[in-house]
């Protein structure tokens, strides 16, 4: 019986065996893992189990991650001892904002049934809210993205901003990128009575301004006179305390103070509300819907004219410093509408024969030089331009509708030399002065006139200012023409039959061609006249010293040399010196 | 961007200003699959348009398995007929950076682009800056492909873990990639550079506590200078993240998040911005 012939038996550890190796295996996977408490047989199987319920593809190239996964999932603790606490989605603070939107027009569309018998066809066309969806067909047709979800929030948004603020005629001029947040801008006019209440308004202001001006000056005067009193007095009190010391040696003799001849340059006054650059009145807000739409402040001219001299990426707070050299007068939001009018200006292109001179107004045109300050309205007989004429990359069939910035940073020329006077007038009178020619009278500026076809615009550096593209080569018949500023990057404009449209979607900076440099410094200025008395003179040596010494020697006083070597070191030799050695 | 995805820029790429029209998306989605199907590709991307005076140039890629270094390159000026794009050369690096002109949109023009712009003083020794004679001329399509290659460099966007290096070195697309979450997507450092790694290996995996040699060994792209060159920007309530290159304007990127949803687009002139210290 030395032999047992049952295989369930163990058999000697020499003897190989296919259950024994395979108990061997199986008990060193299932080790537990004195880090994870698991073990790697358990492991597999869930492993497998997972891999076998999602069938997924390739599942050897990514098995590692499964057993990654897995090990993730095993790890989170499933009992949470916290009482069930309900987290409301990201979206739940913006979507309870964005209802509001749609409640809206309910109670409008109520009131909007007592308007129309009132107004007039006229007042329709100007109240007329813009229809965003359709401008977003046209412009995606072109390439330019304009959000299906936004647009609609944005088209309701326009319709509470309408409501709220007396505005009319008013279009979606576009969007500035900004980081971190972006602004979309909408432009309206103000209704007149609105304009003529805040020009009162800013002009009671600058009276009042005026008026604690001139008190404060006075007060000032009235300051200067008690220091001057004062120190006279302080002056008497400290020679009354030792009149004899001071008389005797503290003489100083200082030459009078430098006196500043420079003056400021007069300033440019900013145009008025409703005409020029502040002709428009411009509302951003950073993300329709959920924030207000806020009104920008109007620009000045030295707004304008700093704005030229920057770049700066917008940041999406209306209130950021800025901080630049030379210096913006201004916060972001002056910077902003600074931008917002530059771009308007360059960048407003219709169809030729889209606009014309009024025709009511066509005699107070030939008055005023080349219709600059002209009025002009949409022509009702506007007769489409064909596709091809629209693409014609000469430009010619494209002209502004806005009138051009000066270097001024207005629209219409103000005179420096004559502040006080009326602009027209001044223009008459100089025609009559021109032959007299003042020395310091400057150069009128003056802009193309208003719808000057595109084909006269400058290119810079070869560069052409515009780009025209047709939104379809395969279906001529319906595509859309396409403009693309190349020196406002993102400003478009497009033109099908009987619609057109700008808009800009950029970061709201010019093109050019080689980068920023910012403007250098102003140079240093004199603070004293220079003559011999501050200039630097080079130190003579010991030898020029030595010989000086040796020239001017007095033969008899010779113990008094090592005082005179020390004096000697003056930079000019003058014969003062020997006055001073005495004292 | 996919190219079967191209019909939802206008959601997609929409908030920064630039889309692909209905019309065209057709177009490429189905030139693209054509240039896919003729190239062996297991997927083709559309890159993006750089704009010209007479033509644009549209870009796309494709690439078999090896998604970093495995792309080929092609341009078309009508979208049909695709070229494929030279290889960058040194002269072409060199003299890229150079060119302030547009585009023109004829690839077999050759500009002299150093005369405008020269580099360095005459004077200087140009050995230290170029070895060899100083080259001068550039062909179009030269400028194209280094433009491409300089834009993919400095601005090309994959979210953390998207990309997967395999045990034999390929960089291959993670299938397993169920995309990034919101509080990750707040970091900077949860996106990374889709180009050859320029930093050392373990300059990331230092970085961070959860590091993974598999998917951190691109650099991320919160250590490029100036601090604030890149916008993120959260979009559609939280639910999408958008990036945008100050250097490069016009370079968008998207990641929808929890999805595995990204892709990135050019659109624009071709004209690196170099004001960016002074913007931001």
Not at chain 1, 289 to 309: C, H, K, N, S, Y
Not at chain 2, 131 to 152: F, H, Y
Not at chain 2, 232 to 250: E, I, N
């Amino acid at each position: 019986m030395a032999f047992n012939y049952n295989i369930e038996e163990v058999p000697p550890a020499d003897l190989p065996c296919v259950e024994h190796d395979i108990k061997r295996a199986k008990k060193f996977l299932q080790k537990h893992s004195p880090e994870s408490g698991d073990s790697l047989y358990d492991h597999l199987t869930d492993v497998l189990n997972k891999i076998l319920a999602e069938r997924p593809k390739n599942a050897v190239d990514i098995f590692e991650q499964y057993s990654r996964q897995l090990k993730e999932e095993r790890f989170r603790s499933r009992k949470d001892h916290l009482r069930d606490l309900y987290v409301p989605p990201a979206q739940y603070e913006d979507a309870k904002k964005l209802i509001e939107l749609f409640r809206q027009p309910v109670q409008t569309s109520e009131n909007g049934e007592d308007d129309p018998a009132g107004d007039d066809e006229e007042d329709e066309t100007k109240r007329r809210k813009p229809n965003m969806l359709d401008l977003l067909y046209y412009f995606e047709q072109t390439g330019v993205g304009l959000p299906r979800a936004e647009m609609v929030i944005l088209n309701l948004s326009i319709r509470k901003l309408m409501a709220d603020n007396p505005i009319e005629n008013v279009r979606f001029w576009g969007k500035i990128l900004g980081r971190p947040k972006n602004y979309w801008v909408v432009e309206a006019d103000l209704q007149e009575e609105e304009i003529n209440r805040r020009i009162e308004a800013t002009e009671a202001a600058e009276q009042t301004m005026r008026e604690i001006d001139v008190s404060e000056t006075v007060n000032e005067n009235q300051d200067d006179a008690e220091k001057e009193a004062a120190n006279a007095v302080l002056a008497t009190d400290m020679e009354s305390n030792d009149p004899a010391v001071e008389e005797k040696h503290l003489v100083l003799n200082f030459p009078p103070l430098p006196e500043g001849h420079w003056k400021p340059p007069p300033e440019i006054p900013s145009e008025r509300i409703g005409t020029g650059v502040n002709k428009k009145t411009y509302f951003v807000s950073t993300s329709p819907g959920l924030d207000d739409w806020v009104e920008l402040p109007t620009v000045t001219a030295q707004q304008i004219i700093a704005a030229r001299l920057m770049v700066r990426c917008f940041t999406g707070n209306l209130e950021t410093p800025i901080y630049t050299f030379p210096a913006f007068p201004g916060t972001e939001k002056n910077y902003l509408r600074a931008q917002i009018a530059r771009i308007t200006a360059a960048t407003s292109i219709s169809p030729i024969g889209w606009y014309n001179f009024g025709g009511d107004e066509e005699e107070e045109i030939g008055e005023e030089e080349e219709g600059l300050g002209g009025n002009i309205s949409e022509n009702p007989h506007y007769d489409p331009l064909p596709l091809k004429d629209l693409i014609d990359p000469s430009m010619s069939n494209w002209c502004h509708h806005r009138q051009h910035i000066l270097k001024q940073g207005r629209t219409t020329w103000w005179n420096p030399n004559a502040p006080e006077e009326d602009e027209e007038e001044f223009a008459e009178e100089e025609d009559n002065e021109d032959d007299e020619g003042a020395p310091e009278a400057q150069q009128k500026e003056v802009g193309p006139p208003l719808l000057t076809p595109l084909s006269e615009d400058a290119s810079v550096d070869a560069i052409p200012a515009w780009t025209v593209r047709q939104s379809s080569l395969v279906q001529p018949d319906f595509a859309v023409a396409i403009v693309r500023s190349n020196l406002w990057p993102g400003a478009f404009a497009f033109a099908t039959g009987k619609r057109f449209a700008n808009l800009y979607i950029g970061w709201g900076h010019k093109f050019t061609v080689y980068n920023y440099t910012p403007p250098s410094m102003p140079l240093v200025q004199d603070q004293y006249k220079i003559g011999p008395e501050v200039m630097e003179v080079q130190d003579p040596t010991f030898e020029m010293e030595e010989e000086w010494r040796i020239a001017h020697l007095p033969a008899p006083e010779l113990p008094l040399m090592g005082e005179e070597e020390e004096l000697l070191g003056e930079a000019s030799p003058d014969e003062d010196e020997e006055d001073e050695d005495e004292d | 961007m996919e190219c079967i995805r191209l019909i939802d820029t206008l959601d997609l790429l929409g908030h920064a200003g630039v889309c692909v029209g209905t019309e065209n998306s057709q177009l490429l989605q189905n030139s693209l699959i054509i240039l896919q199907n003729e190239n062996h590709f297991r997927k083709c991307y559309y890159w993006g348009r750089i704009n010209g005076i007479q033509n644009d140039y549209h870009v796309a890629y494709g690439y078999e398995k090896e998604c970093l270094s495995g792309r080929i390159y092609f341009y078309s000026t009508n979208c049909l007929d695709w070229l494929l794009m030279p290889k960058v050369t040194k002269c072409g690096r060199f003299l890229t950076p150079l060119a302030v002109t547009r585009f023109e949109g004829d690839p077999s023009i050759i500009t002299n682009v150093y005369k405008a712009n020269p580099p360095f003083p005459p004077n200087e020794d140009s050995k230290r800056h170029y070895d060899g004679p100083i080259p001068k001329e550039l062909k179009e399509e030269d400028r194209l492909a280094s433009l491409v290659d300089l834009i993919n460099e400095d601005a090309f966007v994959v979210p953390r873990g998207a990309w997967f290096k395999a045990p034999n070195g390929e960089v291959i697309e993670n299938p397993g990639f169920e995309g990034i979450t919101l509080t990750e997507a707040q970091h900077l450092k949860s996106f990374l550079h889709g180009r050859l790694p320029q930093q050392k290996w373990n300059t990331n995996l230092l970085t961070r506590s959860d590091y993974n040699y598999a998917v951190d060994f691109l650099d991320t792209i919160d250590t490029d200078v100036p601090e604030g060159c890149w916008d993120l920007q959260f979009l559609l309530g939280c639910r999408m993240v958008t990036l945008h290159s100050l250097y490069w304007p016009g370079m968008t990127f998207y990641h929808k998040l929890n999805s595995p949803h990204y892709g990135s687009m050019y659109i624009g002139y071709g004209k690196k911005n170099l004001d960016v210290p002074f913007m931001v």
